[in-house]
Structures are given as C-alpha cells and as structure tokens.
C-alpha cells in the first residue's frame, strides 16, 4: 500500500508539472514578433512582418527579451537594420546568418555573448563595433562578412573564437 501510494504521488507530481513545462518551451507570437520563454524570459525566434529596419523590443509578451535566439532571422534578406535593446545579453548561433542586406547593427549595452556564424555572410554590414560588455565572441560569428571595412573591440573582449572575422578581405581598420 505504501508503494502504491508512493508511485501514485510521483505520477500527479509529474502530471502536474506538464502543463507549466509546455507553455514556457511552446512558440508564443506578439505582433510580428515570435519568442519562447523560459524562466521569465523571452527569447525571439523569428519575425513575420515586412519592415526593412527592425527595432528589436525589450519585453515581449509582459517578459524581457534577454537573447535572440538560433536561426531566429536567418536568410531573412530584406533586413537592412536591427537595433539590439540593452535587455538582450545572448545573440544565439546563426541568428543573422545570410541576411545579405543588413548594413548596419545596433548592439545593446547588456550584450555579452555573440553566438557561432551569428552574422555568417552579412555582406553589406560595413562598420562593428562590439559593445563593452562582450566577452565572447563565437567562431565565424562575422566570417564573409565582406563589407566591413572598420572593427571596433573592446577591452573587456575574453574569447573571439576561431574565424571569428575570416575572410573579411575589406577589413582596414
């Protein structure tokens, strides 16, 4: 009967914790916008809507938006701007991989980590400069990234990861 009863309180635990785990990892919109979350907060996975220049919000849904996840604007060529919020602390792998349009980035103050091949054959981006904050720097994370003429790091900069700026033949300062 104990064992019974044991078993029976693990199983209610378990099915009770079910719907709390699906709605922070289910795809969520606001807007144009899609974002998951997870521990109160938002992570943006992509974005619907038709503007060129993009302005990325801070709270999606009543949570702060803390990363960008992976893929989340890959080939999304007709972006030419973003402006990261100071809430974003992790641009995921790949987030701006091919958006051969995007010339410029604002990056956020909160920036601290900027994910493999994140900007990964963004041609037309011409000037970089990474924010104070930054400390990692993924491996391709601006590989074929022709265009950029002028890099800006900074002195808080720990890991810039193999490639990091590969190929980048423009590069003059």
Same mark, same amino acid.
């Given at each position: 009967?104990?064992?019974?009863?044991?078993?029976?309180? +693990?199983?209610?635990? !378990?099915?009770?914790?079910?719907?709390?785990?699906?709605?922070?990892?289910?795809?969520?919109?606001?807007?144009?916008?899609?974002?998951?979350?997870?521990?109160?907060?938002? =992570?943006?996975?992509g974005y619907t809507g +038709?503007?060129?220049?993009?302005?990325?919000?801070? $709270?999606?849904?009543?949570?702060?938006? *803390?990363?960008?996840?992976?893929?989340?604007?890959?080939?999304?060529?007709?972006? *030419?701007? !973003?402006?990261?919020?100071?809430? !974003? =602390? =992790?641009?995921?792998?790949?987030?701006?991989?091919?958006? +051969?349009?995007?010339a410029s980035?604002?990056?956020? $103050?909160?920036?601290?980590?900027?994910?493999?091949?994140?900007?990964?054959?963004?041609? +037309?981006?011409?000037? !970089? &400069?990474?924010?104070?904050?930054?400390? &990692?720097?993924?491996?391709?994370?601006?590989?074929?990234?022709?265009?950029?003429?002028?890099?800006?790091?900074?002195?808080?900069?720990? &890991?810039?990861?193999?490639?990091?700026?590969?190929?980048? =033949?423009?590069? $003059?300062?």
């Open positions: 009967m104990k064992k019974a009863l044991s078993i029976l309180l +693990s199983l209610v635990l !378990v099915i009770a914790a079910l719907p709390l785990a699906a709605v922070e990892s289910s795809a969520l919109t606001d807007g144009d916008w899609e974002y998951t979350v997870s521990n109160n907060e938002a =992570t943006v996975t +038709s503007l060129t220049d993009i302005a990325i919000p801070s $709270t999606l849904g009543g949570y702060s938006v *803390t990363a960008i996840g992976n893929n989340a604007f890959k080939g999304k060529t007709s972006i *030419t701007g !973003v402006i990261i919020p100071n809430s !974003v =602390t =992790t641009l995921g792998a790949s987030a701006f991989d091919s958006c +051969s349009s995007l980035v604002s990056f956020g $103050t909160g920036l601290t980590a900027i994910g493999e091949y994140a900007f990964f054959r963004c041609t +037309s981006l011409t000037n !970089v &400069t990474i924010p104070g904050n930054v400390q &990692t720097i993924g491996r391709n994370a601006f590989d074929y990234c022709s265009g950029i003429t002028e890099l800006n790091l900074n002195p808080g900069l720990i &890991t810039i990861g193999i490639a990091a700026f590969g190929s980048n =033949t423009g590069l $003059t300062r």
